[in-house]
């Protein structure tokens, strides 16, 4: 295992989705055992090797950034989140037979919906990996994430923009504030602009810079702050959340009583509620 500064990089090997065989076990428990220690330490690891077409992320950006630059009449038809006190604009798309902006970016729903599959199949082996990685039943998470990107599951993909931040930005304004993710993991594709930190178990902040062909993948209990008040650049990043199907119970895997027992969809409304007062 090799690392970007504390966060460790994990090779798919024969895990990558362009690998057309069913990997060894040994590779299985390899990689399983490799992500467990890096959520186990630093909560995030980037993957190499995943299998996802470049040209498949290339495109999705591009017709976001198309998306992106429509007037903001238009792009409020589509539902796009605004950030209270962010400097970004965030458009959620969680299945491509939804609305979707034809007329304006006809690529769009195309580019979605192959990056969706892709990021599920992805997803799969990773949690199936996870599992083998803490010596559980391999089918733990797969059989409780069978419906990502459904109506019964708040997995979905987040295309981000951040415009170049203009000179007069208040003090107080941020991109992106610090946060943790509400679901099982997150792939996180990032441009080559750089700016993301995520937070260590000392609560030291580190620098997540992009690793050219591979994805950070994080587990829901680390910060997140991008403090990059000064960026000249904009910056485009595409996220795709991975939650638990909405009846799923979440409890300790140990059966003490530390948290209180929820479904996944309790615990996702619960977060939405309290979101974005950082
Ligand atoms: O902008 C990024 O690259 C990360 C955004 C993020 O963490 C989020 O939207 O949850
Ligand atoms: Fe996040």
């Known amino acids: 295992m090799t690392s970007q500064g504390i966060v460790p990089i ?68 589509f539902d796009p989140a605004n950030f209270k006190h962010e400097l970004r604009e965030a458009y959620d798309i969680k299945r491509s037979d939804g609305e979707f902006p034809d007329g304006e970016v006809p690529a769009l729903r195309r580019d ?42 708040a997995s979905c ?39 993301l930190q995520v937070r260590d178990r000392q609560n030291q902040w580190v620098n997540a810079d992009p690793v050219p062909g591979a994805i950070l993948v994080n587990e829901h209990r680390v910060l997140i702050p991008k ?14 959340f991975v939650h638990p199907d909405d009846p799923v119970l979440i409890k300790p895997l140990d059966t003490s009583s530390t948290y209180p027992i929820v479904t996944a969809r309790e615990h996702v409304l619960r977060r939405f509620k309290e979101t974005y007062t950082y």
């Not at 199949?121 to 010596?135: F, N, Q, T």
């Not at 039943?137 to 990107?149: N, P, R």
């Not at 403090?227 to 795709?240: D, G, L, P």
Request: charged content about 25%; proline content about 4%.
């Open 157 to 195: 993909m987040r295309l981000l923009h951040y415009p170049p931040v203009p000179e007069d930005v208040p003090a107080e304004a941020i991109r992106c504030g610090a946060h943790t993710d509400y679901g099982t993991i997150t792939l996180l594709f990032q441009d080559d602009i750089g700016g």
């Open 227 to 240: 403090e990059e008040k000064r960026m000249k650049a904009s910056r485009r990043s595409v996220v795709f």
């Open 10 to 77: 994990v090779d798919l090997g024969q895990l990558s989705l362009a690998h057309a065989s069913e990997p060894s076990r040994d590779e299985w428990l390899r990689v399983g055992k490799s992500v467990a220690e890096a959520f186990q330490n630093i909560g995030f690891v980037y993957l190499k090797n995943h299998g996802v077409p470049e040209t498949q992320v290339s495109s999705l950006v591009a017709s976001g950034g198309r998306f992106f630059d429509l007037d903001l009449k238009t792009k409020n038809k």
């Open 112 to 153: 979605a919906d192959a990056f969706i599959n892709t990021c599920k199949a992805l997803s799969l082996r990773i949690l199936k990996a996870m599992a083998l990685g803490i010596d559980l039943d391999e089918s733990f998470f797969v059989d409780t994430h069978q419906e990502i990107c459904s109506d019964n599951n």
